[in-house]
């Protein structure tokens, strides 16, 4: 389905953090221009917003993955510390540059609220490392050890699990899109190893087996929440979130969408709406700098860009049947 012109006008209509995507990847704006909206983000709209909260320390509300004065009485997970304002940042396409000497900040005056721990060594939760091994891969920061982290800590089904440290021996549909994510933004940042692309393709193995949706024993939906979508992503899964992922990674690889995305790409599909839209269909609670997105029934810009980008992807290209 073609952008049509109202569509593509409604989406160019936005902060400079969404609009260079949509200029590259919907429109195919020249690199000159879509380059110079990505410049904007530094000094405009939701990037410069956020960077003018981060501390001189380096951090973001004081804290690791959490802000210093969390209270575990506030509603839903508070979402200003470092770790999520790096993500924003790097997902709206922020220039590294812009933040130099932060990776150096971060390894000084940054800790893990498990143990104390280091911030650029991670922690024990695969959701966090897997942000950590983006963030520190973009910033510069030697982050090989996590990299090799993600190798040790595969489990037997091919995916990740955060409950690993409390016992879990079986993967998560969660845990294991947010490390994907993580491994290949770090192959992209430094070429990765064999053994770290080995894991990922275990991983991607794991949710494909699945069909990104269903239970491997029964066939059916795994939960609700497979199918609802929200912007931010923030740690939570969804069909797109995943099928985005498989993007990246397919033109990363150079191949083929894999058949086994076609019932997640439906479930995608089925979601928009007849002007073209997707539409918000939650927040994610808790407390945040701003807020970046659609009001929950609203037209959500950034899932619209998503969804669109994923289904024009996928119809555009030839289906090879797994190997």
Not at 166 to 175: D, I, L
Request: charged share 20%.
């Amino acid at each position: 389905m073609a952008l049509d012109a109202t569509l593509r006008d409604w989406l160019l209509d936005t902060d400079p953090a969404l609009r260079w995507q949509v200029e590259r990847d919907l429109v195919g704006a020249p690199v000159e221009v879509w380059q110079a909206t990505r410049t904007r983000v530094a000094t405009e709209g939701f990037g410069a917003a956020l960077l003018a909260h981060q501390d001189p320390d380096g951090q973001w509300a004081g804290g690791a993955y959490f802000p210093a004065d969390a209270d575990p009485d506030e509603p839903g997970q508070p979402w200003t510390a470092t770790t999520w304002s790096l993500n924003s940042l790097r997902e709206w396409g922020l220039d590294a540059a812009v933040l130099a000497g932060t990776a150096e900040k971060l390894a000084a005056n940054s800790r893990w609220e498990y143990d104390n721990l280091p911030y650029w060594g991670g922690e024990v939760d695969c959701c966090i490392n897997g942000y950590t091994l983006a963030n520190g891969a973009w910033l510069g920061a030697d982050v090989s050890g996590l990299a090799d982290w993600f190798v040790e800590h595969r489990m037997l089904d091919g995916g990740w699990n955060c409950d690993w440290v409390e016992g879990s021996t079986r993967s998560s549909f969660h845990s294991t899109v947010n490390s994907l994510t993580g491994i290949l933004s770090y192959e992209i940042a430094t070429g990765g190893t064999p053994q770290l692309t080995a894991a990922r393709h275990a991983g991607e193995e794991y949710l494909l087996k699945r069909h990104l949706m269903n239970r491997l024993s029964t066939g059916e939906q795994v939960d609700h929440w497979v199918t609802r979508f929200a912007y931010p992503f923030r740690w939570f899964y969804s069909v797109l979130k995943a099928t985005d992922y498989f993007r990246s990674a397919s033109l990363h690889d150079g191949v083929a969408p894999d058949p086994r995305l076609a019932d997640a790409i439906e479930a995608v599909r089925g979601a928009r709406q007849p002007d073209g839209t997707w539409l918000q269909e939650r927040r994610h609670p808790g407390r945040v700098w701003f807020e970046v997105d659609a009001a929950p029934g609203e037209p959500s810009p950034w899932l619209t860009f998503f969804g669109t980008r994923v289904l024009e992807w996928w119809d555009a290209s030839p289906k090879v049947a797994p190997a």
